[in-house]
C-alpha cells in the first residue's frame, strides 16, 4: 500500500520535510518512490509547496494521506482537485 506522508530532513532541532509517496512498510526516512512536495514549519508563515498533479495522480491511484499530508493537500488545493476529478 502506498502512503503520502512526511519524510523529515534538516539539522537537529531544525526541521524541514519532504511529502514523499512512499511504501508503507518503509521505515519514515526510508525508500520512497516520488517526491511530491515540500513542508517547511519553521518559517512565518509556514513554506507549503506541493506538486498538485503528482499528489490528484497519487490519490487516483489508491494511495492514502497521512493526516499531516491530508492537511497540507487541503491547503495546496490537491483535495478539492481530487475530488472535483472523481466526480
Given at each position: 500500500?502506498v502512503?503520502?506522508?512526511?519524510?523529515?530532513?534538516?539539522?537537529?532541532?531544525?526541521?524541514?520535510?519532504?511529502v514523499?509517496?512512499?511504501d508503507?512498510?518503509s521505515?519514515?526516512?526510508?525508500?520512497?518512490?516520488?517526491?511530491?512536495?515540500?513542508y517547511?514549519p519553521?518559517?512565518?508563515?509556514?513554506?507549503?509547496?506541493?506538486?498538485?498533479?503528482?499528489a490528484?495522480a497519487?490519490?487516483?491511484?489508491?494511495?492514502?494521506?497521512?493526516?499531516?499530508?491530508?492537511k497540507?493537500?487541503?491547503?495546496s488545493?490537491?483535495?478539492?482537485q481530487?475530488?472535483?476529478?472523481?466526480?
Amino acid at each position: 500500500m502506498v502512503k503520502l506522508r512526511l519524510m523529515r530532513m534538516g539539522k537537529t532541532k531544525q526541521p524541514t520535510y519532504r511529502v514523499v509517496a512512499a511504501d508503507s512498510r518503509s521505515p519514515r526516512n526510508g525508500r520512497f518512490i516520488e517526491i511530491i512536495g515540500h513542508y517547511n514549519p519553521r518559517t512565518e508563515p509556514s513554506e507549503i509547496s506541493i506538486d498538485n498533479d503528482k499528489a490528484v495522480a497519487w490519490l487516483q491511484k489508491g494511495a492514502q494521506p497521512t493526516e499531516a499530508v491530508a492537511k497540507l493537500l487541503r491547503i495546496s488545493g490537491a483535495m478539492e482537485q481530487f475530488s472535483g476529478a472523481a466526480s
